[in-house]
C-alpha cells in the first residue's frame, strides 16, 4: 500500500470513515436544496435566459449587431472563445496530468474542475458557431459527402484543426468526466433505496456493481485516458494559439504563441476552478476535503503558470524590438502605448504583477485573498485574449484604415450571458451530481486521511 | 444437495484482502468481490488478469491515424487538389506537417472513444442495466467476497467454517 510521510498535512481532515464520505456527498444530493442555491441559481438563470436571447437575436438578425467592422473583423467573439476554452484546460490538467504525476490532492476536485471544463467548452463553442453567421451550416466544417461539387474543407487551415481539436476535447472530456462518475453515481443509486430520484441515479449509473474486474478496467481506462487526454490538453490550445500564429498579422505570427497560450489556459483556468470551488466548499460543507491544502497547491500552479505568462509577454515584446520588423515593433509600441493601453496595462497588472504576491504564504493560504485573486486573473486573462486580438488588428498597415472597437449591448449581453448559462450549468451539476470523486478519495482515506494519519504517528 | 452461494461481506478493505489471501492459500477459490473502490493488489490473489483495454485503445488509435491520413489525402490531394496561395497539394507528403493536428486529433478521438466503448461493452455496464451487487453497502462502505459450492471442493459447512474463521462482519448464504 502507498505510504505518505506524516510530515505531509492531511487531504481528508476530521474523522472520517469510509461511509462518512459517502453520507458527505449523498446527503446533501438526497435532502432539501440549500437557501444559497436557489439564489445562485435564480441569479444564473436569468442571466442565462438574457444570454439565450442576445444568441437568438444574433442568429436571427446576424453578426451586425456586432461591434464588428472593417478593420476589426475579430473582437470579443473570439477574446471570449478563446478565454471559455481556456478555462477549460484546467479540468483537464487536473484530471489528466496530475492523475500521470499521481497527485492525489487532485482526488477532492477533478470532478468539479472537469464539469467546469464541459461547460466552458461548450461556452466557448457558441462563439464560433455564432460568427459563422449562418449556424445553421455549421456541419459544413465536417468533411461530409455534399451535393455542392467536390467542396472539402481545407484541412491546411488551423480554423480547421481548431473544429477537430475542440471537437475532440469536448467529447473526450465528457468520456474521461463520465466514466469516473459511473461509480459515484452507482453509490447514490443504492443509498437512495427509497427515493422517488432513484430510478434517475439507477440509468445514470449503467448498472455499475464494484466488481473487482470492472475495478481493474476501470483504473486501467482512467489512466490511458489521462495518458492520452495529457497530449490533448496540450495541443487543442497550442492548435488555438495557431488560429493566430500561422497568420501574418503583426502580433500574431509569433512562434512563442502555443506554449503562451497553453500556460495561459492553465493559469486562467485554475483561477475559475477556485472561483468556483471556494464558493462550493463553502455552500455544500465540503471543508474537510477541499482544505486549505488543496487551495494553496492550486495558488502555486497559478504564480508558476502566471509567470510563465509574464516572460512570455516580455519576450513577445524583447523580440518584436530585436526583429528589426517595424509593423512588428509598432503592433507592439501601439499595444503598451496606443489608444487600447489601458486594456494592456490592465492586463500586465491583473496577470503578472498582482499573482506575484501569492509568493507570501500568508496570502496564498488565505481563502478571501484567493477568492479575490481569481477573479483578478480570470478578468486580465479575459484581456490578454483581447489585446493580442483586437490590438493587433485595429491599426493595419494602412492608416487609413485604422479603426476602433466599441462593443454593443449583444455583444455584452452575449459574453455576460455564457457567464450566467455556464454557472447554471455548473450549479445544477453540484445539486445533483457527486460533486467529489468518492470512489478515488475512498482509496486515499487511510494514506492521507488526519485520523489514520495520526494513528500512523504514534 | 443445492449449491451454495457465499457473500461474506467485510468492513474494511485490509480484512477483505488477508481474507482472500488466507482462503486462497487454503485453496478455496474467490469467485468475485464487490467494493466501493479499486482495491489494490487483490487481482493476483483472486486470479485476475490483467486488462487488454490498453492494447485495443492503441489499436483504434492506430485506424484513426490510418483514416485521417486517408481521409486527407482523399480530400486535399485526389479528388480536388486544393490550390492555396499558389501552393497546390499535388502530393499527400509535401503537406503532411499541415494535416498533422487533424491526424493527431482524430487518432485520440477513435482511441479514446474506441477504449471508452469497448470498457462500457466488456463491463456490460449500459444504460438502462439492472445493478448486479448482492447488497447495496457494497457501493458505500463494505466490501463483499461472493465463494460458491460450484466452484470449490468443499462441503457447504467445511466452506462456512473456513470463512467464518476470517475477519467477517456479517454473512448471508444462499441456494442457487
Redesign the interface.
Known amino acids: 500500500?502507498?505510504k505518505e510521510s506524516n510530515l505531509r498535512k492531511p487531504l481528508i481532515l476530521g474523522h472520517k470513515?469510509?461511509?462518512d464520505i459517502?453520507n458527505d456527498i449523498v446527503n446533501p444530493i438526497m435532502g432539501a436544496a440549500p437557501k444559497q442555491w436557489k439564489i445562485a441559481i435564480t441569479i444564473a438563470f436569468i442571466v442565462a435566459l438574457y444570454g439565450v436571447g442576445c444568441i437568438f437575436y444574433v442568429v436571427g438578425v446576424g453578426i451586425g449587431s456586432w461591434g464588428l467592422n472593417k478593420t476589426v473583423g475579430w473582437a470579443w467573439d473570439i477574446t471570449n472563445f478563446v478565454w471559455w476554452v481556456g478555462i477549460g484546460h484546467a479540468g483537464t490538467l487536473i484530471s489528466a496530468v496530475l492523475l500521470l504525476f499521481r497527485q492525489r490532492w487532485r482526488m477532492a476536485i477533478n470532478r468539479s474542475a472537469e464539469a467546469m471544463t464541459i461547460f466552458a467548452v461548450i461556452m466557448a463553442a457558441v462563439f464560433p458557431l455564432l460568427h459563422m453567421g449562418r449556424i445553421w451550416c455549421a456541419y459544413w466544417t465536417l468533411?461530409l459527402p455534399n451535393t455542392l461539387g467536390?467542396?472539402?474543407?481545407?484541412?491546411?487551415s488551423?480554423l480547421?484543426?481548431d473544429v477537430?481539436?475542440i471537437?475532440?476535447y469536448f467529447?473526450?472530456s465528457l468520456?474521461?468526466w463520465y466514466?469516473g462518475l459511473?461509480?459515484d453515481f452507482?453509490?447514490i443509486?443504492?443509498?437512495m433505496?427509497n427515493h422517488p430520484m432513484r430510478k434517475f441515479y439507477?440509468?445514470l449509473?449503467?448498472?455499475?456493481?464494484?466488481?473487482?474486474?470492472?475495478?481493474?478496467?476501470?483504473?486501467?481506462?482512467s489512466?490511458?485516458?489521462a495518458g492520452?487526454?495529457t497530449?490533448?490538453v496540450f495541443?487543442v490550445h497550442s492548435?488555438v494559439s495557431?488560429d493566430f500564429a500561422t497568420s501574418i498579422v503583426p502580433g500574431w505570427h509569433t512562434t512563442i504563441f502555443p506554449p503562451y497560450f497553453v500556460s495561459g489556459a492553465v493559469f486562467s483556468g485554475f483561477a475559475m476552478v477556485q472561483t468556483l470551488l471556494l464558493i462550493m466548499r463553502k455552500v455544500m460543507k465540503l471543508e474537510a476535503y477541499i482544505n486549505l491544502r488543496h487551495i494553496e497547491y492550486m495558488n502555486i500552479v497559478i504564480i508558476v503558470t502566471g509567470s510563465i505568462v509574464g516572460v512570455a509577454y516580455l519576450t513577445e515584446l524583447f523580440i518584436s524590438w530585436y526583429s528589426g520588423v517595424e509593423y512588428e515593433s509598432y503592433a507592439f509600441i501601439n499595444r503598451f502605448s496606443g489608444p487600447l493601453a489601458w486594456s494592456y496595462w490592465c492586463m500586465m497588472t491583473c496577470n503578472v504583477i498582482s499573482p506575484q504576491l501569492f509568493w507570501f504564504k500568508k496570502l496564498r493560504t488565505s481563502l478571501s485573498f484567493t477568492f479575490f485573486m481569481s477573479i483578478i486573473v480570470n478578468i486580465g486573462m479575459w484581456f490578454e485574449r483581447f489585446v493580442i486580438i483586437v490590438t493587433s488588428i485595429h491599426r493595419d498597415y494602412i492608416p487609413g484604415a485604422w479603426g476602433e472597437f466599441k462593443a454593443t449591448s449583444i455583444d455584452i449581453g452575449l459574453f455576460i450571458g455564457t457567464i450566467g448559462i455556464f454557472f447554471t450549468l455548473f450549479l445544477l451539476f453540484s445539486r445533483y451530481f457527486p460533486v467529489l470523486a468518492?470512489?478515488?478519495l475512498?482509496?486515499i482515506l487511510k494514506t492521507s486521511g488526519e485520523s489514520y494519519k495520526k494513528e500512523g504517528s504514534h | 444437495m443445492a449449491n451454495k452461494v457465499f457473500h461474506v461481506m467485510y468492513d474494511d478493505d485490509q480484512k477483505l484482502m488477508d481474507a482472500a489471501k488466507s482462503l486462497v492459500s487454503q485453496g478455496i477459490r474467490v469467485k468475485?468481490?464487490?467494493?466501493?473502490?479499486?482495491?489494490?493488489?487483490?487481482?493476483p490473489v483472486?486470479g485476475?488478469k490483467?486488462?487488454r483495454?490498453?492494447i485495443c485503445?492503441f489499436m483504434y488509435?492506430c485506424t484513426g491515424t490510418a483514416l485521417s491520413i486517408l481521409?486527407?489525402w482523399y480530400?486535399?490531394v485526389s479528388?480536388?487538389n486544393?490550390n492555396?496561395g499558389g501552393k497546390p497539394?499535388f502530393t499527400w507528403i509535401e503537406?503532411a506537417p499541415?494535416?498533422v493536428?487533424?491526424m493527431?486529433?482524430?487518432s485520440?478521438?477513435c482511441?479514446?472513444?474506441g477504449?471508452?466503448i469497448t470498457?462500457?461493452l466488456?463491463?456490460?455496464?449500459?444504460?438502462?442495466?439492472?445493478?448486479?451487487?448482492p447488497d447495496?453497502?457494497?457501493?458505500?462502505?463494505k466490501f463483499v467476497m461472493e465463494i460458491t459450492t460450484d466452484d470449490n471442493h468443499l462441503s457447504a459447512s467445511d466452506l462456512e467454517a473456513k470463512i467464518r474463521a476470517t475477519d467477517v462482519y456479517e454473512l448471508n448464504i444462499k441456494d442457487y
Do not use: C, Q
Open positions: 500500500m502507498f470513515t469510509y461511509g459517502t468533411p467536390s467542396l472539402w474543407p481545407n484541412f491546411n488551423a480547421m484543426w477537430f481539436a471537437s475532440t467529447s473526450v468520456v474521461f466514466i459511473i461509480p452507482a453509490s443509486r443504492d443509498k433505496t439507477s440509468i449509473s449503467f448498472g455499475w456493481s464494484g466488481r473487482a474486474k470492472h475495478w481493474t478496467r476501470f483504473e486501467e481506462v489512466l490511458v485516458l492520452i487526454a497530449p490533448l495541443s492548435i495557431m468518492l470512489n478515488e475512498k482509496t | 468475485e468481490v464487490f467494493s466501493p473502490f479499486p482495491i489494490h493488489g487483490l487481482d483472486i485476475i490483467r486488462t483495454l490498453a485503445s488509435a481521409g486527407t480530400f486535399m479528388d480536388w486544393w492555396i497539394n503537406n499541415a494535416f493536428p487533424v493527431f486529433e482524430f485520440v478521438f482511441g479514446a472513444h477504449m471508452a470498457y462500457l466488456r463491463n456490460g455496464t449500459l444504460p438502462g442495466m439492472p445493478a448486479s451487487n447495496p453497502r457494497t457501493t458505500d462502505d
